[in-house]
Nanobody, 122 residues
Framework: QLQAFGGGLVQAGGSLRLSCAAS????????AGWFRRAAGKEQEFVTG????????YNTDSVKGRFTISRDNAKNTVYLQMNSLRPEDTALYYC?????????????????WGQGTQVTVSS
């Protein structure tokens, strides 16, 4: 029901925009978030956005570089990633939660997309 795309290979300092499109699901009534899993590490929260889009929250390591946004008319959530670093290399997952707030815990999310790989070369 959620499909993430837009990943790829980029040099350090570059930018990528990930998209998460919902099908069979009205994304506008769900909060959304992005998580990532680097090789050999646990999955971690990256950023989240409220149902209305009025509130966003980023984990400290991406503050000032990543921006989450949503277009409810298109049933899509975006992750704009700027000033990418090699440590941002990971499989990125989008998720939807049946709620209106911003959620940072994996257990708060009800729907998950497949991951899209982001690789940042130094």
């Amino acid at each position: 029901q959620l499909q993430a795309f837009g990943g790829g290979l980029v040099q350090a300092g570059g930018s990528l925009r990930l998209s998460c499109a919902a099908s069979g699901l009205t994304f506008s009534i769900h909060a959304a978030g992005w998580f990532r899993r680097a090789a050999g590490k646990e999955q971690e929260f990256v950023t989240g956005i409220s149902r209305s889009g009025g509130t966003q929250y980023n984990t400290d390591s991406v503050k000032g570089r990543f921006t989450i946004s949503r277009d409810n008319a298109k049933n899509t959530v975006y992750l704009q990633m700027n000033s990418l670093r090699p440590e941002d290399t990971a499989l990125y997952y989008c998720a939807g939660a049946r709620g209106h707030d911003v959620y940072t815990e994996r257990r708060s999310y009800d729907y998950w997309g497949q991951g899209t790989q982001v690789t940042v070369s130094s």
